[in-house]
């Protein structure tokens, strides 16, 4: 049974940085994807960046190109979430999601596992 826990959130003022944290366990992910998404109050889940767990291809949203890194510890079975020069509009819940295969997918319907979420409040 796949398991994704998140860890790393919290509160920061703007400008400031948060690494999030994604600990996977149950399988072995050679040829899966992981992604990050986010959800705010009222607002719709969000696409924010995947990274193949094997050739560590990445790809990002634009509103966070540039700020955010996406990165995996192979050994650690961890994917991380470095959020630099964060903005209010970055405050989210943020999740952790897995999937079998390679391709880009930005859509979290395509993701098969998911973590429980960790919250990312950024103040002004």
């Known amino acids: 049974q796949v398991q994704l826990v998140e860890s790393g959130g919290g509160l920061v003022q703007a400008g400031g940085s948060l690494r999030l944290s994604c600990a996977a366990s149950?399988?072995?992910?050679?040829?899966?994807?992981m992604g990050w998404f986010r959800q705010a109050p009222g607002k719709e889940r969000e696409f924010v960046a995947t990274?193949?767990?094997?050739?560590?291809?990445?790809y990002y949203a634009d509103s966070v190109k540039g700020r955010f890194t996406i990165s995996t510890d192979n050994a650690k079975n961890t994917v991380y979430l470095q959020m630099n020069s964060l903005k209010p509009e970055d405050t989210a819940v943020y999740y952790c999601?897995?999937?079998?295969?390679?391709?880009?997918?930005?859509?979290?319907?395509?993701?098969?596992?998911w973590g429980q979420g960790t919250q990312v409040t950024v103040s002004s």
């Open positions: 990274i193949t767990w094997s050739a560590g291809t990445t």
């Open positions: 999601a897995v999937r079998r295969g390679i391709a880009r997918v930005t859509s979290g319907n395509g993701y098969d596992y």
């Open positions: 149950g399988r072995t992910f050679s040829g899966y994807t």
